[in-house]
């Protein structure tokens, strides 16, 4: 997944609507946090609720219903 739209903002707290590379779908992400750590770990890991995919083109085994699965720090 990555950001198409940035909703709203306070400090470095954001909500977005997220778009999936690989079907164009789209959801909300509900709260997430401006640092190299969330854009760069978190969000790329974030599985689509249409295709199960993330953005490398994986499939987790499993993910909790906001799409999300642990990452490796």
């Known amino acids: 997944?990555?950001?198409?739209t940035?909703?709203?903002e306070s400090g470095n707290d954001f909500r977005a609507i997220l778009i999936c590379e690989h079907c164009n779908g789209e959801q909300n992400l509900?709260?997430?946090y401006h640092d190299n750590f969330y854009h760069t770990k978190v969000i790329p890991s974030i599985t689509?609720?249409?295709?199960?995919?993330?953005r490398d083109?994986?499939?987790?085994?499993?993910?909790n219903p906001q799409g999300f699965v642990s990452v490796p720090r």
């Open 1 to 4: 997944m990555k950001i198409k």
């Open 6 to 8: 940035i909703t709203s």
């Open 30 to 32: 509900g709260s997430g």
């Open 48 to 54: 689509c609720k249409i295709c199960g995919k993330r």
């Open 57 to 63: 083109g994986t499939i987790p085994e499993t993910a």
